[in-house]
């Protein structure tokens, strides 16, 4: 039985010495006509073709000089037998790729007449150019040149689809080139530029990433769901020029970390911005911390810049929990000099006082337009001499020694005047030629006193002239009666009547009218013997600050029912001042 061609004949060469009988003689026969046949079954009935030898023909074909006329194939069926035999036949006018017909005959490929969709594979080395036709849509019209640096083709590549059915589908340029998309693509100037989609899977085509650039020539993705950016290390997002946006929609938010999960009793994560590399320890963080706060931190100044305002719509807390003498300044420009200059307050952490202090006496003293309310304030940077105005609504000035007061007047602004009072006594007064109040001087028990008796039968009068003081200001006065009695009763009245006059340099003095408004005040007895104190209403005068004043004062017995004379002790004019000082 042939070893060949499945493997090399083996004989066995007996010497002169040896019996042929270890194969026998006619074994050995047999196999070697059983070898010759299957080698001569190989070669055929004409190996050479039209060569000399076999071997001239298999050196043409190694050295490139030229193909066979024809080939042949075999087809191994899955028993192991070889069968069904084809023919090969156009090969030796070839060079380069060919189109076969599925019968055995070859062609060239040439022209485009055939259409052909069928992917064709080649085994030469690809530093030899060939040139090629296309798959295109079941049209080979586009060529293009297969060489060692790559594909190249003369026009445009336009396919439904690249795909690799077993593995990665990879461009890989070389390290100097790169993969550009849509660089020869025109689109209208107010149009976006083509989009790269990438899907998920097939099922879910409603699930993707699209990258494009706008009409504005921004970069922008797109995403069906969340777009992460995920890698195992520091994600680098590089921008070489320009500025780099994030510009969510009208209705939409930027978020950070807002699916980041720390610790509870951990500060969450932060953002930090940089200056520039070479200065990577010049930052500001911005983060939220254990406890719920938001904390803007940086090792350098940290400055809030605006174009117009900032706006806090909350409480503001400043060192909390950040123990030290902290300090909160304040900068501005000044008139002149034309220069910065600023204010600060602390915590003094030696006095425990609270400062505000100015960098220098350029700038000019606490301005506040507007009330100030102040449960206590103390003034003066003297402990021992100070203005305390406490909680218990008195304005108290302090001092362990005299206080100057060295401005000349001090002006009283408010509605409500600071009130002082002129005490007119009963012996002051002057009497009329008629209807006068008689005046006597009564012996006390424990001290003696002079009064003005007004008795009961008719209105007994009586005046007394003074300066009106320089800071009187206003128009009314209150009048105050001291009176006593020996013999009145029970519910009896007495009612005192008094008028005013003022009087300016150069006015009539001897013929002079008064000129206010009469008033009148009621007393009820209380006891014979006793003080008895009352206080008109407000009553109108016509007194100005630096008159001389008048007052005319009578008992009106038309208008009381007191059965008795009254004794007059004295009176108590009260008046606003507008100022400290006459």
Request: proline residues 3%; contains cysteine; aromatic residues 12%.
């Amino acid at each position: 039985m042939a070893n060949y061609p499945g493997s090399l004949p083996s004989f066995t060469n007996p010497s002169s010495t040896d019996n042929l009988d270890d194969p026998s003689h006619s074994t050995q026969h047999i196999n070697i006509n059983d070898e010759v046949l299957a080698i001569a079954t190989e070669l055929g009935t004409d190996p050479a073709g039209a060569y000399d030898t076999v071997a001239d023909r298999l050196d043409a074909m190694g050295s490139g000089g030229g193909a066979p006329t024809d080939a042949k194939y075999y087809v191994s069926e899955a028993n192991g037998d070889l069968s069904a035999e084809i023919v090969l036949t156009g090969l030796s006018t070839l060079n380069g790729l060919a189109k076969g017909d599925g019968a055995g005959a070859f062609s060239a490929i040439t022209d485009n007449s055939s259409n052909w969709d069928t992917a064709y594979s080649h085994s030469q080395d690809n530093t030899q150019a060939h040139t090629d036709y296309l798959l295109n849509n079941d049209d080979d019209t586009t060529s293009g040149t297969i060489t060692a640096a790559g594909f190249t083709t003369a026009g445009n590549v336009d396919c439904n689809e690249i795909y690799n059915t077993g593995a990665d589908l990879k461009i890989q340029p070389d390290v100097g080139g790169d993969v550009v998309l849509f660089g020869d693509t025109d689109v209208g100037n107010g149009d976006n530029g083509k989009s790269l989609y990438i899907y998920r899977k097939a099922e879910e085509g409603d699930q993707y990433l699209r990258q494009y650039l706008d009409d504005a020539g921004t970069i922008r993705f797109v995403g069906t769901d969340d777009i992460y950016f995920m890698q195992n290390d520091t994600i680098p997002i590089v921008l070489g020029y320009g500025e780099v946006y994030l510009n969510p929609y009208a209705d939409g938010d930027v978020t950070c970390f807002g699916s980041t999960d720390v610790g509870d009793d951990e500060d969450g994560k932060s953002l930090y911005v940089y200056r520039k590399a070479e200065e990577g320890d010049d930052y500001m963080r911005i983060y939220v911390n254990q406890w719920r706060e938001a904390g803007l931190y940086s090792n350098q100044a940290i400055s809030l810049n605006s174009g117009n305002y900032v706006t806090v719509g909350t409480d503001i807390y400043f060192f909390d929990g950040n123990p030290g003498n902290k300090v909160f300044r304040q900068h501005g420009y000044l008139t002149a000099p034309d220069d910065d200059k600023y204010i600060q307050w602390q915590i003094n952490d030696t006095t425990d006082n609270f400062e505000l202090t100015r960098e220098t006496a350029d700038i000019g003293y606490f301005d506040i337009q507007m009330p100030v309310k102040i449960d206590q304030i103390i003034i003066g940077h003297d402990a021992n001499v100070y203005l305390d105005m406490s909680a218990d609504g008195n304005a108290d000035l302090v001092a362990d020694t005299n206080i100057d007061l060295n401005s000349p007047t001090i002006t009283f602004a408010n509605a409500t005047k600071p009130q002082k009072s002129i005490y007119l006594a009963a012996g002051g007064a002057t009497l009329p030629t008629a209807d006068y109040a008689e005046l006597q001087d009564f012996a006390g028990t424990n001290f003696t006193y002079r009064v003005l008796a007004f008795d009961k039968d008719s209105d007994e009068k009586c005046y007394w002239t003074f300066p009106i003081p320089d800071n009187f200001t206003g128009s009314t006065v209150t009048f105050t009666y001291y009176w006593t009695t020996d013999d009145g009763g029970a519910g009896e009245t007495v009612r005192w009547a008094v008028d005013t006059g003022g009087y300016a340099n150069d006015e009539a003095w001897k013929t002079g009218a008064l000129g206010g408004t009469l008033q009148t005040t009621d007393d009820t007895w209380i006891a014979n013997g006793d003080l008895h104190v009352v206080t008109s209403a407000a009553m109108t005068c016509d007194w100005t600050a630096g008159d001389m004043g008048v007052v005319y004062l009578y008992r009106d017995v038309s208008g009381d029912d007191l059965g008795a004379d009254v004794y007059l002790i004295g009176v108590k004019i009260e008046y606003s001042i507008g100022t400290l000082g006459e």
